[in-house]
């Protein structure tokens, strides 16, 4: 997020969730739903796959 220089707050705000959601993304505490990820990676203009890492 610094690169795109968003707080986890502006961040939250423009993905529709809480900042404690996008902290525990941060944190691999939270698995994302697909939609999450597709708004998360539209924000910052690339692919959910450059942001998530899948660990079966």
Known sequence: MA???LTQDELARKV???RETIVFLEKNK????????Y???KTF???IEEIFIFDS
Do not use: Q
């Not at 939270?30 to 990820?37: D, M, R, V």
């Open 3 to 5: 690169r795109h220089y």
């Open 30 to 37: 939270y698995n994302p739903s697909l939609k999450l990820a």
């Open 45 to 47: 203009g690339t692919t």
């Open 39 to 41: 708004d998360i990676a």
């Open 16 to 18: 529709n969730v809480r």
